[in-house]
């Protein structure tokens, strides 16, 4: 007789409720595609045709900065000639194609308090435009509001906006690619709350439980460190219950709540990585996506001047993507060429090794590198991002999108 056997029930029993909660709390990555960004406008200025007039101006801005090779090659972003040409006519197709990928209708800091009456029609108004858009085939993939957070001098008119915007939507259809924005959260209890009200949505609207979910905006130092010394992010993801889609991080709020000076407030200070490694490893394996945050540096006014805002804004995309952020903000139409231009890059510059290494893994060949399950999956995701943001083309990969989405561990 073995010597664990007398013991094996007292295992399983030990064991069982644990298994069931990480189960529940860790699914694993969410399946189906990521957007490379967020494109917030104030919601007033919101029409049918804004993602077109969008990508309308990032072409112009290209033609008057100097041309896509100029982005491309004076910024370092990609120095084979080649890779020039196939990178720039990706990118003006692109802009042309789908400029934006994720379009939250901002009734929070980028619109204010206007007064109900004001708020109530604007929410009307971006409802009548979302069916134009959808009804002429031209929304973006994703889209969706941020309304005004659960603190209390705005809660009310916050729920008023989701409740008027949600049950608007649902008369002419949900999107699929709908997405709730709820901001500067400071306690778990504003997640429950969240969930309270979605569920209180669901039933009177015919929806199937479940069915709305919602992004955290993390832009509170309260969101991150709770007032007992511990990170607050995996409860305020466990309250979600399964609704929490989304984590973006923003930049400005939670860089002026620690009081750090307006010139030093940005992506990258260590403050804010410091908030994004908690949202990392909070987030890993729960299904939540991240997203990284904005830079208020603008390509605009002179050649010299944009020339340094594409250059930052360029960097700052290269950064995230190579700490494990597919997804950012972007608050301006010039800052479009940059952004793809960027992501490009990163997905095509490490394309080749990629696609040698998981043919290797696939037919167990063999190579120079031994790659574990886990990098295999890795480089699976990596494949698939590509493909969907359109930096990788369908006939360069050599593999079925079927066998990488297993790789992951997606049957759909």
């Not at 708020?119 to 973006?140: F, H, L, S, Y």
């Amino acid at each position: 007789m073995a010597a664990l056997d007398g013991i094996r029930d007292r295992i399983e029993a030990l064991l069982t409720d644990s298994d069931a909660t990480t189960a529940a709390r860790y699914p694993g990555e969410a399946a189906g595609r990521q957007p490379v960004h967020s494109v917030y406008v104030p919601a007033d200025t919101f029409d049918a045709d804004l993602p077109a007039r969008w990508g309308a101006q990032a072409l112009e801005a290209v033609e008057q900065g100097g041309g896509i090779g100029h982005l491309l090659q004076v910024h370092g972003l990609v120095s084979d000639e080649s890779e020039v040409a196939t990178i720039g006519q990706l990118v003006l197709d692109k802009l042309a194609r789908e400029p934006v990928e994720d379009l939250r209708i901002d009734f929070e800091d980028g619109y204010g308090d206007r007064g109900d009456d004001a708020e109530d029609a604007a929410v009307a108004a971006a409802v009548a435009a979302i069916g134009t858009a959808q009804a002429a085939g031209t929304a973006p993939p994703f889209l969706g509001i941020r309304f005004k957070c659960l603190e209390p001098d705005t809660r009310a008119r916050g729920l008023r906006t989701l409740e008027s915007f949600v049950t608007g939507l649902a008369s002419g259809g949900l999107p699929d690619g709908l997405v709730l924005t709820l901001p500067k959260v400071t306690a778990v209890a504003q997640v429950q709350a969240m969930v309270l009200a979605l569920e209180a949505l669901e039933g009177p609207l015919g929806l199937p439980n479940g069915r709305l979910g919602f992004e955290i905006q993390v832009e509170t130092p309260q969101a991150v460190l709770g007032p007992e010394g511990s990170a607050l992010i995996g409860p305020m993801i466990a309250a979600g219950a399964g609704r929490v889609t989304g984590m973006p991080y923003g930049t400005y709020d939670y860089s002026a709540s620690l009081g750090i000076a307006a010139a030093y407030q940005s992506m990258e200070h260590p403050a804010a990585d410091f908030a994004k490694q908690v949202m990392q490893v909070s987030a890993a394996g729960t299904g939540v996506r991240l997203s990284d945050g904005s830079t208020n540096v603008l390509p605009v006014g002179e050649q010299d001047e944009v020339d340094a805002a594409w250059a930052l804004h360029g960097r700052l995309v290269m950064r995230s993507l190579r700490r494990g952020f597919y997804q950012g903000w972007d608050m301006h139409p010039a800052q479009l060429p940059s952004r793809y231009a960027a992501t490009y890059a990163f997905f095509r510059g490490g394309l080749a090794d990629v696609l040698l290494r998981l043919e290797n893994y696939l037919n167990n060949t063999g190579g120079a590198v031994l790659d574990e399950p886990a990098t295999a999956k890795a480089m699976a995701g990596f494949l698939l991002r590509g493909l969907d943001c359109g930096a990788v083309r369908g006939s360069e990969v050599p593999f079925e999108v079927s066998a990488l989405r297993r790789l992951l561990g997606h049957t759909g």
